[in-house]
């Protein structure tokens, strides 16, 4: 049993919101108590976290000016930290617009003094760029083609093996246990954990970081206690995504092996919009699914909250027959009738918890002293990797930005629980989208 002291530290999950917020807080305190708890070992071979994958999207292409600002901040460090560089690929992105994004993006990099290879192009024009690579794609509706040729992707799985090594030679205390609930003092105070083996680790500060476990954790510590304020409500919502892989020949890699990130922009009616990374080195060309779903379970009697399958990986590898065809759809909108005669591998379910509006929270909880929350990913958040923990610590220490505080606040106004403008909000049940039972014979 670990045991708290004034400077203990307890992070719950081992993605990119906890490895950073280790990382920062090894740094800034080398003599404090820190400890990282996670399900599964950091460098197992498959893992539930949403940054475990073989690789991320690195951008600062947002419409938000403080999410541009922050991946700017981080993507200095991908470019720059000998820690994060061997991770990153500038290969640029190439976004099909069907609004202002383009020049909503282009704006932020102008108020923020930023300068970039970075441009709207006419679609004739883009059609033509890369080889012609997107020639096929679906140009629908599409007013325009924002190219960034400093964006690109990083090889995250390797990359959070990678900073998890260094944070456990920094000091960091890595445990491998399955959480079962919170745990509190006599003065109601959260003081740590209850694994599923009966263990209590305890600390002075606990910060959540669980991604799509969130919301279950919680509502199993509210009916443990009685604490019903402790509970995620609309504020948090489990959602997944289908991914899928091809592995390319010889002659295909040589037309792909230049390519930058591409993306299908779409507004909150039509769904989220879609991605295609450029190959691994291993030739494997990787893009997700159009369709995010929850799935919505009675977690306990009577307590129903969005969770990933209680399996010990998520299931994350039993996609469907239905999830197969959205991903296979996703391929089709980049590169036309081609793509139906590939072989789809490494099929994967991926799980990350979301906020309604896709803002993170970070935020202390405002039902318990010394409980903390720093999650919610919303498939977004693993660019700002090398930066997100420097601004939990900086919550962690009351000296976060009043801005920020408020954006990703843990009691939110009705604004930010309003999901009706966010396309990437889960819309869809895992129920609708599994394959129907075959037919009984008479």
Not at 145 to 159: E, F, P, Q
Not at 185 to 203: F, H, M, P, W, Y
Not at 289 to 318: C, H, M
Request: contains cysteine.
């Amino acid at each position: 049993m670990t045991t708290t002291s004034t400077d203990s530290y307890l992070i719950l999950g081992a993605g990119i919101f906890g490895v950073s917020t280790a990382y920062y807080l090894i740094k800034a305190h080398p003599h404090a108590s820190v400890t990282l708890v996670d399900r599964d070992a950091f460098d197992a071979d498959s893992r539930v976290a949403a940054s475990w994958d073989w690789n991320k999207v690195v951008r600062a292409d947002y419409a938000d000016i403080d999410y541009c600002a922050l991946a700017l901040e981080a993507q200095d460090i991908f470019n720059n930290d000998p820690l994060w560089r061997p991770y990153f690929h500038e290969t640029g992105v190439y976004w099909v617009c069907r609004d202002d994004y383009a020049q909503e993006v282009v704006n932020n990099y102008k108020k923020l003094g930023r300068k970039a290879e970075l441009a709207a192009f006419p679609l004739e024009e883009s059609r033509k760029m890369y080889g012609g690579l997107f020639e096929q794609a679906d140009y629908t509706d599409a007013k325009e083609v924002l190219i960034n040729k400093t964006s690109g992707w990083a090889a995250a799985g390797d990359c959070l093996r990678a900073v998890t090594r260094e944070i456990i030679r920094l000091g960091v205390q890595y445990v491998q246990a399955d959480v079962e609930r919170l745990v509190f003092d006599e003065a109601r105070d959260c003081s740590g954990v209850q694994t599923k083996s009966g263990e209590n680790i305890l600390a002075s500060r606990v910060i959540l970081s669980t991604g799509a476990f969130t919301a279950k954790l919680l509502e199993a510590t509210a009916a443990a206690t009685g604490k019903e304020d402790l509970r995620a409500g609309p504020r948090i919502v489990a959602g997944g995504i289908a991914t899928g892989m091809v592995t390319l020949d010889e002659k295909s890699y040589e037309k792909f092996a230049a390519m930058p990130v591409g993306f299908q922009g779409y507004s909150a009616d039509k769904g989220p919009f879609l991605g295609t990374l450029p190959p691994t080195p291993e030739k494997k060309l990787k893009w997700w699914g159009r369709t995010i779903f929850s799935n919505t379970q009675e977690v306990l009697p009577g307590r129903f909250v969005s969770a990933p399958p209680t399996d010990q990986d998520y299931a994350q590898w039993k996609v469907s027959q239905k999830l197969q065809d959205d991903v296979r759809y996703s391929a089709r909108m980049f590169y036309g009738a081609p793509t139906a005669t590939w072989k789809m591998e490494k099929l994967r379910i991926c799980w990350d918890a979301f906020t309604p509006t896709g803002d993170f929270i970070v935020s202390p909880h405002s039902a318990a002293k010394g409980l903390y929350v720093a999650t919610c990913g919303s498939f977004h958040g693993f660019k700002f990797f090398p930066v997100i923990g420097k601004y939990v610590v900086q919550m962690l220490e009351g000296q976060l930005d009043p801005h920020l505080q408020q954006k990703w606040a843990w009691d939110r106004t009705a604004e930010q629980l309003d999901s009706t403008t966010n396309p990437e909000f889960p819309r869809s049940e895992l129920s609708d989208m599994l394959d129907a039972p075959p037919a009984a014979k008479l």
